[in-house]
């Protein structure tokens, strides 16, 4: 499961992105605890989007989804991990929703900023 969803995150995949969007969605929902495996992905959907990989670009409010599963099933990980080379969580979220902004804007999206205001919530 988890390859597959890892392709629907690449150029190669993009036709089903947001179907591996659901899935990861689900998987950490359903899930007790979030596992080491699973927060790799967190970190790809935060690179995607900040680094303008053109991949999820059109599903922040799908996208929004697995981020906020992570953020209330692991609070004390999300507000306080460190990863090796990949930056602490909530810096990256932060980050992460600015640019949210900034794209809304130019975009006039209320959408977009909808999604925004949902992760600060």
Request: with cysteine.
């Amino acid at each position: 499961m988890e390859r597959a969803i890892e392709v629907t995150l690449t150029e190669a995949g993009s036709s089903a992105v947001e179907d591996g969007l659901t899935c990861l969605a689900e998987l950490l929902y359903n899930q007790e605890r979030v596992s080491p495996r699973m927060w790799r992905f967190y970190f790809v959907l935060i690179d995607l989007y900040l680094n303008d990989k053109g991949i999820v670009d059109e599903f922040m409010p799908t996208v929004s989804v697995p981020l906020i599963n992570y953020m209330q099933k692991e609070p004390e990980t999300f507000r306080q991990a460190h990863f090796d080379g990949l930056g602490c969580c909530m810096d990256l979220m932060f980050s992460f929703i600015g640019k949210i902004f900034q794209v809304a804007r130019d975009k006039e999206s209320e959408l977009d900023a909808i999604v925004a205001v949902t992760l600060i919530i």
